[in-house]
T-cell receptor, first 114, second 111 residues
């Protein structure tokens, strides 16, 4: 089954404690991205990757890091989480940037930073 | 600067009636427009799209209309069903560029 998986689905942590949210897709997609969804703000892109070892900032990259060492995985790293990073996070993938409209989204990770 | 605007945060309609979800955009370079649907505890899923060279695209109960001169698109759901209750995101993109999403609108279809 074609899918994008994220782990964990729910996470409560404390300010400053490094965390990683994993994302994996099994469709051999080149393009992957991370979004956060906040009330009244919709979906905003954090980072994206056009292929292995190629990543770039989205609209709200501050406080986040990503890596793309393998095609299928695109982890989101919060080196020192802060309460303003409490949000619902989605990973997404598509064949390429040109086909980015055909994005498949993961189920989401709800993060709470206290 | 919000380039894709969904100005109404919510909409409530009666089952069987038409739902009309509106979206405005400011960037005239956008050439492709999409609607995504999102249920609670799930990721968004693609619903329907339209190219800027068209003014209408239909898929079953869902029709998207594009008015380029007004920089406006709308999603019509006819007839509306309780299972259509979800958050709907409008999105747009320029050629070979990333998607820009609106804030979303929560649709509630009353039985």
């Amino acid at each position: 089954e074609a899918q994008v998986t994220q782990n964990p689905r729910y996470l409560i942590t404390v300010t400053g404690k490094k965390l990683t949210v994993t994302c994996s897709q099994n469709m051999n997609h080149e393009y992957m991205s991370w979004y956060r969804q906040d009330p009244g703000l919709g979906l905003r892109q954090i980072y994206y990757s056009m292929n292995v070892e190629v990543t770039d900032k989205g609209d709200v990259p501050e406080g986040y890091k990503v890596s793309r060492k393998e095609k299928r995985n695109f982890p989101l790293i919060l080196e020192s989480p802060s309460p303003n990073q409490t949000s619902l996070y989605f990973c997404a993938s598509s064949w390429s940037l040109a086909s980015s409209y055909e994005q498949y989204f993961g189920p989401g990770t709800r993060l709470t930073v206290t | 600067d919000q380039q894709v605007k969904q100005n109404s945060p919510s909409l409530s309609v009666q089952e069987g009636r038409i739902s009309i979800l509106n979206c405005d955009y400011t960037n005239s370079m956008f050439d492709y427009f999409l609607w995504y649907k999102k249920y609670p505890a799930e990721g968004p899923t693609f619903l329907i799209s339209i190219s800027s060279i068209k003014d209408k695209n239909e898929d079953g109960r869902f029709t998207v209309f594009l008015n380029k001169s007004a920089k406006h698109l709308s999603l019509h759901i006819v007839p509306s069903q309780p299972g259509d209750s979800a958050v709907y995101f409008c999105a747009a993109r320029k050629a070979n560029s990333k998607l820009t999403f609106g804030k979303g609108i929560t649709l509630s279809v009353r039985p």
